[in-house]
């Protein structure tokens, strides 16, 4: 076992001699081992939780117990920690707690369980990609700034341009930071609209969760974006440029502006790959934009279940089905198709999830699963899944990647979105 961590008032964090970690799935709480966790990679956030007191297992005792205050100095209450950890890892565990009365909703982060062994802090994750893509160590702001100083040169009057200024400056996008790092993948935000209301939307919230980026307010034009993208496609070898951004609606809506940048994109060039992250709600659309040259996508997918899909995405206009038939119209066109599965432990590995998605993968063959972290209150999460489908007792989240990585050999594991190169690697 490792040891316990947690935080005081000012956000303080310590271990707690005789006490071991805890991971959380759904209802269930498990003690952490060496075994089940990593050294913190590299990037990763350590967060304390207000409103909550830690679930710990007291080794003395052998048993599980909610800590609402510090065991050696008596009156100092104490705090959940969990960890955000680094893009390219899927927590396997939340952080273990009880909601205190008066509780509000956590911000829009994934909260992974995490412990303390040999001067090193440990959390509960699994590698599913590791390319460094999004490696913060690469990504120094000095060098970002001197990008931004690059582009505004050569498009002074881009708006799109000056919008990813502020996504890779002031939000830190990995992203926006590439564009101006010439590296990788180059983001295209296009639509201030969407045609789903996700619980856990980060550029657009009206409840109680504040959300963590602004939208993009504008529509940018073909020609914005098409210089956009032929900048990054000329710099970089193996290069991806994305439509369907954290800081915008659904770029389906925006189709009357991307089919015709993707034709004048490829007007011009045919390297690059054209990719778009999506709720893939607009079949008939999503055929227009395959035609005008869009080689690859993503559909985000929270379950393969309708009724918790439609708990967590809370679709306006369009069904399920309607984001079936995009996957299937695209594997019969040939087409790289990903789903962006958002994981949450107790949930996502339960053995309802686990059956459906199984099922789904072996009638719609898809290409890639993009194992992320769901970024949303796993215990409120949990809750409303639990209000609208049955779920039985967590398997554990190795156990389901062990289990359809077996079924299906071909499939592809990742965190990123590939360039064309590499679709058949």
Not at 66 to 90: D, K, L, M, Q, R
Not at 226 to 232: D, Q, T, Y
Request: charge should be positive; aromatic fraction near 10%.
């Amino acid at each position: 076992m490792i040891t316990a961590i947690v935080a005081n008032q000012k956000g303080e964090i310590f271990d707690l001699e005789g006490y071991a970690a805890v991971g959380m799935a759904g209802s269930s709480f498990t003690r952490l081992t060496m075994e089940e966790t990593l050294a913190m990679p590299h990037g990763g956030e350590m967060m304390f939780l207000p409103d909550r007191s830690p679930v710990l297992f007291n080794m003395g005792r052998d048993r599980f117990e909610t800590v609402t205050e510090n065991p050696y100095i008596p009156g100092e209450p104490i705090f959940p920690v969990a960890a955000f950890n680094s893009p390219g890892y899927v927590i396997s565990y939340s952080s273990a707690y009880r909601e205190n009365d008066g509780a509000e909703y956590l911000p829009l982060f994934s909260y992974g369980a995490a412990g303390w062994e040999k001067g090193r802090f440990r959390t509960a994750v699994i590698l599913v990609d590791s390319e460094k893509r999004q490696d913060l160590r690469l990504m120094r702001r000095e060098d970002v700034a001197a990008g931004v100083r690059r582009m505004r040169k050569k498009m002074p009057s881009n708006r799109l341009r000056e919008h990813l200024e502020k996504c890779a400056l002031t939000y830190g996008c990995p992203a926006g930071k590439n564009f101006f790092l010439g590296r990788y993948e180059a983001p295209l935000p296009t639509s201030g609209a969407c045609n789903a209301k996700c619980l856990g939307c980060i550029s657009l919230q009206d409840g109680e969760i504040p959300n963590s980026q602004d939208r993009i307010s504008f529509t940018p034009s073909p020609e914005e974006i098409a210089e956009v993208a032929l900048a990054h496609i000329k710099r970089v070898k193996k290069s991806v440029v994305s439509f369907g951004q954290g800081c915008e609606g659904d770029p389906l809506l925006a189709a009357h502006v991307i089919e015709p940048a993707i034709r004048r994109i490829r007007s011009e060039t045919g390297r690059g790959t054209i990719n778009m992250n999506t709720n893939g709600s607009k079949p008939d659309i999503l055929a227009k934009l395959f035609d005008a040259g869009l080689e690859s996508m993503r559909i985000s997918m929270n379950s393969v279940r309708k009724e918790c899909y439609d708990a967590y995405f809370r679709p306006r206009g369009y069904g399920f089905q309607d984001v079936v038939e995009g996957i299937d119209m695209a594997i019969r066109r040939g087409k790289f198709v990903s789903v962006n599965y958002l994981n949450c432990p107790g949930f996502t590995d339960s053995p309802e999830e686990v059956d459906a998605l199984t099922g789904f993968i072996k009638d719609h063959p898809i290409n890639m699963i993009q194992w992320r972290n769901l970024n949303f209150d796993p215990v409120r999460y949990w809750k409303i899944m639990s209000g609208v489908a049955a779920h039985g007792k967590p398997v554990g989240m190795k156990n389901v990647l062990t289990r359809i990585r077996k079924a299906f050999p071909g499939l592809r594991y990742g965190y990123f979105n590939p360039p064309r190169e590499k679709f058949l690697s």
